[in-house]
């Protein structure tokens, strides 16, 4: 069974909305996790690592006041698309392991900004 | 950096017959390797991955993978395709905060 759970797995929404994303680890205590992009037809990139108890470490380019990352708690991180506006539509997936296990993946949103 | 390469964007086989999907990789220190793949509108789901060991890794639904340190390759292969293994490939290696960076995918397309 599915060990990360993420959700909503699809919003459609109007520009300038906020959305939020959850990525919950099901059955272990995540310290650290993971969220990624993913364009049609391309592969994964990596946005931010999502820490417990601390602030998110984000990628070369990517805003951090467009895409807050909350991580309260040992078993949930979520994303937030604020503001959002077309141009932020894309496939978002979460993952989040063990540490040194391989990396359990959400089964992503799909973002819909019109 | 860590990085991973995927030179085919398609690969194309009949069922029955063998398939190979190709990656290499260009790595500091050890590397930690891992083939994904994944279903439309769905996450990743893990296939098998390298850490140390014997070179030939098995993983899930019978693929297998083969790690050849001089050549830096790792190669995902099955004996024998099925129709339902279509979808798309990802071959990933670990990042430095044990995140995973992806190769660009191949798409497999399996025809009965």
């Known amino acids: 069974g599915a060990v990360v759970s993420q959700h909503p797995s699809r919003v459609i929404c109007k520009s300038g909305t906020s959305v939020k994303i959850e990525c919950r680890s099901l059955d272990f205590q995540a310290t650290t996790m993971f969220w990624y992009r993913q364009f049609p037809k391309q592969s994964l990139m990596l946005m931010a690592t999502?820490?417990?108890?601390?602030?998110?470490?984000?990628e070369q380019g990517v805003e951090k006041d467009k895409f807050l990352i909350n991580h309260a708690s040992l078993t949930l991180s979520t994303l937030t698309v604020t503001s959002a506006h077309p141009e932020d539509s894309s496939f978002y997936i979460c993952s989040a392991g063990r540490a040194g296990q391989p990396q359990h993946f959400g089964d992503g949103t799909r973002l819909s900004i019109l | 950096a860590q990085s991973v390469a995927q030179p085919e964007d398609q690969v194309n086989v009949a069922e029955g017959n063998p398939l190979t999907v190709k990656c290499t990789y260009s790595v500091s220190g050890n590397p930690y390797l891992f083939w994904y793949v994944q279903y439309p509108n769905r996450g990743l789901q893990f296939l098998l991955k390298?850490?140390?060991?014997?070179?030939l890794v098995k993983g899930s639904y019978g693929f297998e993978a083969e790690f050849n340190k001089s050549q830096t390759s790792f190669h995902l292969k099955k004996p024998s395709a099925l129709v339902s293994d279509s979808a798309l490939y990802f071959c990933a290696v670990r990042g430095p905060s044990n995140d995973m960076r992806f190769g660009a995918g191949t798409r497999l397309t399996v025809k009965p």
């Open positions: 390298y850490i140390t060991g014997d070179n």
């Open positions: 999502s820490n417990e108890g601390s602030k998110a470490t984000y």
